[in-house]
C-alpha cells in the first residue's frame, strides 16, 4: 500500500449537528495525518462539478440543494491506503445499510443525509482537494514533516 490522499467533507447536516469533532477523531485515532482543513460555503457551480456524475438521477437537485445548504468541513487526508480505508471508515452510502462502527452506520439514517463524503479515487481525491482545501495545504505539509502520524 502506498501513502496517499483523500478528500473528507463533512456535509451541512454533520456540521449543523455538531458532528465534526467525532468524525475527524476517528480519522485521527486511525492514524491517518490531517494536511488541510477549512469550513467553507460550497458554491453552487463547484458542488455541480463535485457531483456531476450524478446529474441525470432524479434526485440530483435535491443533492445540490443540500450540499450547498451551509457550511461544510472540507479536509484532506493523509496515510498509506488512507482512500479506501476512508471510506470503509465512512460506510455504506445508504445508513441503514452501513456497519455499526462506520460514520454513518453509527450517525445517520437517510441517504439524502448521509453525514459525509470521502473520494472514490486518488484523482478525484486530489481533483476535490485542489478545488476546496489545497490553499495553504504545502506549507501545512511542510510544517507537519516533524510528526509522525501511524502512516
Ligand atoms: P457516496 O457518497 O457513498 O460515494 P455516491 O457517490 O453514489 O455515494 O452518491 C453521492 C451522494 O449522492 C450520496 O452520498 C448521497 C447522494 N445519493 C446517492 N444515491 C442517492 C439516492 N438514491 N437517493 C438520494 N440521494 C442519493
Ligand atoms: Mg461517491
Redesign the pocket.
Given at each position: 500500500e502506498e501513502v496517499e490522499e483523500t478528500y473528507v467533507m463533512v456535509k451541512p447536516d454533520g456540521v449543523q449537528r455538531g458532528l465534526v469533532g467525532d468524525i475527524i477523531s476517528r480519522f485521527e485515532k486511525k492514524g491517518f495525518l490531517l494536511k488541510g482543513l477549512k469550513l467553507f460555503q460550497c458554491p453552487k457551480e463547484l458542488a455541480e462539478e463535485h457531483?456531476k456524475?450524478?446529474k441525470d438521477?432524479s434526485?440530483y437537485p435535491?443533492?445540490i440543494k443540500y450540499i450547498t445548504s451551509g457550511p461544510v468541513v472540507c479536509m484532506a487526508w493523509e496515510g498509506i491506503g488512507v482512500v479506501a480505508s476512508a471510506?470503509k471508515l465512512?460506510g455504506?452510502?445508504?445508513p441503514l445499510q452501513a456497519d455499526p462502527g462506520t460514520i454513518r452506520g453509527d450517525l445517520a439514517v437517510q441517504?439524502?443525509r448521509?453525514v459525509v463524503?470521502?473520494s472514490?479515487s486518488p484523482d478525484n481525491g486530489h481533483r476535490e482537494i485542489a478545488g476546496t482545501v489545497r490553499d495553504g495545504f504545502d506549507a501545512a505539509t511542510e510544517a507537519s514533516d516533524g510528526f509522525d502520524a501511524a502512516i
Open positions: 457531483y456524475e450524478l438521477k434526485f435535491k443533492l471510506r465512512i455504506a452510502t445508504n441517504t439524502g448521509n463524503h470521502g472514490d
